[in-house]
């Protein structure tokens, strides 16, 4: 039972453009998402977090939106830079403030084209 | 400033043995997690570990048990080895109710077992 699910295997954007990663989860219990992103041989390194009781939230060139009613979220990056090639995860957890375990989809690898 | 340690980065075992992963956190932290990822899926909660007692657990069989020590390391301990255990295994630390964000993933070891 995947809980939360990243459709898109894979994504290819010209840089400087904007990428779009999309994540749905069918947990209504889940309060708050997260974003990490995960190169090569290394663990997954946090970028970006949302609560439930927001929708939106932005930390530079990253841009994090929450439907609730849709259960959908959306990661945005503008400009794409090619160091944002990576593989993205979108993770998801209730609200037992950072002591919970994550709930992780299947991630997006996103290549950025010079 | 170190970060997580994990140890060995590669691992090979034969279907029946048993193995033991080691995880140092980051310094401060005293929260640990295991998780697993299997090739081409997100990473899988497997258990956490708190003032040395285990305080959540995920879908995992008994063959799957832990440890954490006074210094916070912890050991990830699989038993009865079976192929669909290879994978690749994450330790993340955090300090207790640090907030989101908070997680600190190690690079994992890679388990193969033939």
Same mark, same amino acid.
């Given at each position: 039972? +995947?809980? &939360?699910? +990243?459709? *898109? #295997?894979?994504?290819? &954007? +010209?840089?400087? /453009?904007? *990428?779009?990663?999309?994540?749905?989860?069918?947990? *209504?219990? @889940?309060d708050y998402?997260?974003?990490?992103?995960?190169?090569?041989?290394?663990?997954?390194?946090?970028?970006?977090?949302?609560?439930?009781?927001?929708?939106?939230?932005?930390?530079? /060139? @990253?841009? &994090?939106?929450?439907?609730? *009613?849709?259960?959908?979220?959306?990661?945005?990056?503008? #400009?794409? +830079?090619?160091?944002?090639?990576? &593989?993205?995860?979108?993770?998801?957890s209730g609200s037992n403030f950072g002591n919970e375990k994550?709930? @992780?989809?299947?991630?997006? /690898?996103?290549?950025?084209? #010079? | 400033? $170190?970060?997580?340690?994990?140890?060995?980065?590669?691992?090979?075992?034969?279907?029946?043995?048993?193995?033991?992963?080691?995880?140092?956190?980051?310094?401060?932290?005293?929260?640990?997690?295991?998780?697993?990822?299997?090739?081409?899926?997100?990473?899988?909660?497997?258990?956490?570990?708190?003032?040395?007692?285990?305080?959540q657990?995920?879908?995992?069989?008994?063959?799957?048990?832990?440890?954490?020590?006074?210094?916070?390391?912890?050991?990830?301990?699989?038993?009865?080895?079976?192929?669909?255990?290879?994978?690749?295994?994450?330790? $993340?630390?955090?300090?207790?109710r $640090?907030?989101?964000?908070?997680?600190?993933?190690?690079?994992?070891?890679?388990?193969?077992?033939?």
């Open positions: 039972d +995947q809980q &939360v699910k +990243q459709n *898109s #295997p894979s994504l290819s &954007v +010209q840089e400087g /453009r904007i *990428s779009i990663l999309n994540c749905d989860y069918t947990n *209504s219990m @889940f998402f997260l974003w990490y992103k995960k190169y090569p041989a290394e663990g997954p390194t946090f970028l970006i977090s949302i609560s439930s009781i927001k929708d939106k939230n932005e930390d530079g /060139r @990253f841009t &994090v939106f929450l439907n609730k *009613s849709a259960k959908h979220l959306s990661l945005h990056i503008v #400009p794409s +830079q090619p160091g944002d090639s990576a &593989v993205y995860f979108c993770a998801a994550l709930t @992780f989809g299947t991630g997006t /690898r996103l290549t950025i084209i #010079p | 400033d $170190a970060g997580v340690t994990q140890s060995p980065t590669h691992l090979i075992k034969t279907r029946g043995q048993q193995v033991t992963l080691r995880c140092s956190p980051k310094s401060g932290h005293d929260t640990v997690s295991w998780y697993q990822q299997a090739l081409g899926q997100g990473p899988q909660f497997i258990f956490q570990y708190y003032e040395e007692e285990e305080r657990r995920g879908n995992f069989p008994d063959r799957f048990s832990g440890h954490q020590f006074p210094n916070y390391s912890s050991e990830l301990n699989v038993n009865a080895l079976l192929l669909g255990d290879s994978a690749l295994y994450l330790c $993340a630390s955090t300090q207790d $640090a907030g989101w964000g908070g997680y600190t993933f190690g690079s994992g070891t890679r388990l193969t077992v033939v």
